[in-house]
Every structure is written in structure tokens, then in C-alpha cells.
């Protein structure tokens, strides 16, 4: 009885065996697929440091980082200095003022707490002194002709250069103001130069319109008449150029100045026909 029962079990099981899926023949040529979002990236043998690109360096350096690598190339391989300073685009106006003022807040903020004129306090500050008067001394005959052809360029510069001077300070000890005096002296040289060269050009224009003369004035009052050269040399080139426009306008032509801004300067004169 027990055999025959063991017997029928077995047979069950087998029944059930060759039911499964697995036993199927279709399914035995099949390949099971299984998704997966997993992304294989190859890891890095041997992972070890390397220095940066030096793209990657350049975007790590400030500016003042950036001036201090590239002047010490430039020292040492003059032909790259002499490429950059031809391939460099000029100096503005602006660009030259924003430097000197820099120079000027540095020295500002050298002063100790007080901001006193005492000799105590020039020791203090001379080293920034000299550093903005350098960069002064530097940057001045960039702007000035024949590196400058510009009239108004370098009268504009000037303008705010000669502003910087002013704000210089005044020491008790009168030794300590000789730096100031003496820029107030190469300032005043270079208005003088710039001025005869405007005289030249377009009848002086740049010089009768833009206030010169009045700004050359306040800034030599304010030098204590140390820019008086400056303000002679004006002077004497805007009334070289008036005595020169009221005889012209005495011919019944007119000044120059009027005529240029109207745009009628040689309407009068006469039209030459015919081979020149």
C-alpha cells in the first residue's frame, strides 16, 4: 500500500516537472534581459596627483598675481616684454587715472590713526608717496606729444593727474613738501608742451573751446602759483590765436573760431578752376 502511494507521488511530481516553463522547449533558445540604468565608467588605475593645465592655473591667478607671473617672464625673455608691448591695446585716460588712484588710496590708507602731517606720520607714508609720484612720472609721457598726437587726450589726462598733485599733503615740515613741489614743476612743463602742440592744430580749437585757460588758472591756484608757466604759456598761444582771428575778421572774413564752428571757415575764399 505504501509503495503504491510513493509510487503516485512520484508520478504527480513528475507530472508538475514537465510543466514548468523552464522545461518548455521554446524557452530554452531564449536570452533572459534584465534592465538595468546603471552607467559603467571605467575608474582610474593607479589614481595618483598631477599639476593643474595652466588654463586651470590662469583662472586661479587675480590680476595682481597675473602682473607679478607676467612681469617676471617678461624680465627674463625681453623679446616676450617686446611683444607685449606692442600687441597690448594703449592706455586710456581712465585706465592711467584708475592706477594713480589706486596709488593715492594706498597711501591714504598708510596714514596712522590721526592722519597728522608731522613728520612721524610722513616716515610713515613716504614709501607710498614715492610709489604714486613713480607711477606719475611714468604714465605722463605717454600722454604727451609726439607719443600722444591727440590734443584732447593728453589734456584730459593731465587735468585729472594735476587734480591727483593737489590732493598730495602738505607737511609741517616744509623738506618733506618737495616731492609735491617738484611734481607740481614736471606737470607744469608738460601743459606748457602740450599746449604749444594743440596751438598748432586746427587753429587752436582744442585749446579757445573746453575752459583751458580757466582750468589751467584754478589749477595754478591751487599749486600756490607753482603752474604759472603753464598758465603763461596758455595765455600767451590763446592770445597769439586772437590777435590772429580779429585780423582775419577785420578783412570782413571773420574769425577762425566762428567760422569753424559754423562750418562756413573758406566759403570766401576763392575757387581756384583748372589744373592746380
Given at each position: 500500500?505504501n509503495?503504491?502511494k510513493?509510487k503516485a507521488d512520484?508520478?504527480?511530481?513528475?507530472d508538475r516537472m514537465?510543466?514548468?516553463?523552464?522545461?518548455?522547449?521554446?524557452?530554452?533558445?531564449?536570452t533572459?534581459?534584465?534592465?538595468?540604468?546603471?552607467?559603467n565608467?571605467?575608474?582610474?588605475?593607479?589614481?595618483s596627483?598631477?599639476?593643474?593645465?595652466?588654463?586651470?592655473l590662469l583662472?586661479?591667478?587675480?590680476?595682481?598675481?597675473?602682473?607679478?607671473?607676467?612681469q617676471?617672464?617678461?624680465?627674463?625673455?625681453?623679446?616676450?616684454?617686446?611683444?607685449?608691448v606692442?600687441?597690448?591695446?594703449?592706455?586710456?585716460?581712465?585706465?592711467?587715472?584708475?592706477?594713480?588712484?589706486?596709488?593715492e588710496?594706498?597711501?591714504?590708507?598708510?596714514?596712522?590713526?590721526g592722519?597728522?602731517t608731522?613728520?612721524?606720520?610722513y616716515?610713515?607714508?613716504?614709501?607710498?608717496?614715492?610709489?604714486?609720484?613713480k607711477?606719475?612720472?611714468?604714465f605722463?609721457p605717454?600722454?604727451?606729444?609726439p607719443n600722444?598726437t591727440?590734443?584732447?587726450t593728453s589734456?584730459?589726462f593731465l587735468?585729472?593727474?594735476t587734480?591727483?598733485?593737489?590732493?598730495l599733503p602738505?607737511?609741517?615740515?616744509?623738506?618733506?613738501?618737495?616731492?609735491?613741489?617738484?611734481?607740481?614743476e614736471?606737470i607744469?612743463k608738460a601743459?606748457s608742451?602740450v599746449?604749444?602742440?594743440?596751438?598748432?592744430?586746427?587753429g587752436?580749437?582744442?585749446?579757445?573751446?573746453?575752459?583751458w585757460?580757466?582750468?589751467v588758472?584754478?589749477?595754478?591756484l591751487?599749486?600756490?602759483?607753482?603752474?604759472?608757466?603753464?598758465?603763461?604759456?596758455?595765455r600767451?598761444?590763446?592770445?597769439?590765436?586772437n590777435?590772429?582771428?580779429g585780423?582775419e575778421?577785420?578783412?570782413?572774413?571773420g574769425?577762425?573760431?566762428e567760422?569753424?564752428?559754423?562750418?562756413?571757415?573758406?566759403?570766401?575764399?576763392p575757387v581756384?578752376?583748372?589744373p592746380?
Amino acid at each position: 500500500m505504501n509503495n503504491r502511494k510513493r509510487k503516485a507521488d512520484d508520478d504527480e511530481n513528475d507530472d508538475r516537472m514537465s510543466a514548468s516553463p523552464s522545461a518548455s522547449p521554446s524557452m530554452s533558445s531564449r536570452t533572459l534581459v534584465i534592465p538595468s540604468n546603471r552607467t559603467n565608467k571605467r575608474s582610474r588605475p593607479n589614481i595618483s596627483g598631477r599639476p593643474l593645465a595652466l588654463s586651470r592655473l590662469l583662472e586661479t591667478l587675480d590680476a595682481r598675481s597675473l602682473r607679478t607671473v607676467l612681469q617676471s617672464i617678461c624680465e627674463r625673455h625681453p623679446e616676450i616684454g617686446t611683444e607685449v608691448v606692442s600687441t597690448a591695446p594703449r592706455p586710456s585716460v581712465s585706465a592711467a587715472l584708475d592706477v594713480l588712484h589706486n596709488y593715492e588710496a594706498n597711501l591714504q590708507g598708510s596714514f596712522p590713526v590721526g592722519g597728522t602731517t608731522s613728520d612721524y606720520a610722513y616716515n610713515r607714508v613716504r614709501q607710498a608717496l614715492v610709489e604714486l609720484l613713480k607711477a606719475l612720472d611714468d604714465f605722463t609721457p605717454h600722454f604727451l606729444p609726439p607719443n600722444e598726437t591727440q590734443a584732447s587726450t593728453s589734456l584730459a589726462f593731465l587735468d585729472g593727474a594735476t587734480e591727483v598733485i593737489h590732493r598730495l599733503p602738505n607737511w609741517d615740515n616744509p623738506a618733506n613738501n618737495h616731492h609735491k613741489h617738484l611734481a607740481y614743476e614736471e606737470i607744469s612743463k608738460a601743459w606748457s608742451l602740450v599746449v604749444r602742440e594743440a596751438a598748432k592744430k586746427g587753429g587752436g580749437i582744442q585749446l579757445q573751446y573746453g575752459s583751458w585757460d580757466e582750468k589751467v588758472a584754478k589749477h595754478n591756484l591751487q599749486a600756490g602759483g607753482r603752474m604759472q608757466g603753464a598758465a603763461d604759456e596758455l595765455r600767451t598761444q590763446l592770445g597769439w590765436m586772437n590777435s590772429h582771428a580779429g585780423d582775419e575778421g577785420s578783412g570782413g572774413f571773420g574769425s577762425i573760431r566762428e567760422q569753424l564752428l559754423s562750418g562756413t571757415y573758406g566759403s570766401n575764399l576763392p575757387v581756384q578752376v583748372g589744373p592746380w
